[in-house]
């Protein structure tokens, strides 16, 4: 089946710790994104890539890190340096400019 | 960066009604899509639609580009339609702006 996947989908994280976030994609697609949602909102860029080994800060990229090593595959790791990171984060690829494609999500807590 | 605004915020229905969800946006757009976010938090999509009319099954959408908006109906409503309703759009810089989303219930 190709599609989307995200993991783990729950993930609590210590004050403190970084933490990553796995996101794979089998749609052959040259662009990946992240996005955050908070309760009751809608969501917000935090990093995109629209080519391997190449990517750009979205709308709050702040206390985030990502790469792009693979084509399938754009991990993102929330750093210490987050202030308040609990929320739920979503990954999408689409081929660039085109329509976007959701991963389920995971749902972070910090403890 | 571009704006985006969706009306109502909330919207009740009864199992049957038709209904239709606005969306505004400041500034022209490459790319205009509608999703459903069901109560797991998946978004599926709905329509990629940056202009003109598409149709399927129960819902349609219509974007008229020129005057910035977009509209989805839903007719004949069901208690699965519940959720909440997003618009995103795309300018010219490859990435999607969100709205703030319209929930709907439908009630039995």
């Known amino acids: 089946d190709g599609g989307i996947t995200q993991s783990p989908k729950y993930l609590f994280r210590k004050e403190g710790q970084n933490v990553t976030l796995s996101c794979e994609q089998n749609l052959n697609h040259d662009a990946m994104y992240w996005y955050r949602q908070d309760p009751g909102q809608g969501l917000r860029l935090i990093y995109y890539?629209?080519?391997?080994?190449?990517?750009q800060k979205g709308d709050i990229a702040e206390g985030y890190s990502v790469s792009r090593e693979k084509k399938e595959s754009f991990p993102l790791t929330v750093t210490s340096a987050q202030k308040n990171p609990t929320a739920f984060y979503l990954c999408?690829?689409?081929?660039?400019?085109?329509?976007?494609?959701f991963g389920p999500g995971t749902r972070l807590t910090v403890l | 960066g571009i704006q985006v605004e969706q009306s109502p915020p909330d919207l009740i229905l009864q199992e049957g009604a038709n209904s239709t969800l606005r969306c505004n946006f400041s500034?022209?757009?490459?790319?205009l899509q509608w999703f459903h976010q069901n109560p797991w938090g998946q978004l599926i999509n709905l329509f990629y639609?940056?202009?003109g009319t598409k149709q399927n099954g129960r819902l349609s959408a219509t974007t008229v580009a020129t005057e910035r908006y977009s509209l989805l109906y839903i007719s004949s409503s069901q208690t699965t339609d519940s959720g909440v309703y997003f618009c995103a759009v795309e300018a010219n810089d490859y990435k999607l702006s969100f709205g703030a989303g319209t929930t709907v219930t439908v009630r039995a």
């Open positions: 890539s629209q080519i391997v080994n190449d990517f």
């Open positions: 999408a690829s689409s081929i660039p400019s085109y329509e976007q494609f």
């Open positions: 639609i940056p202009s």
């Open positions: 500034d022209s757009v490459n790319n």
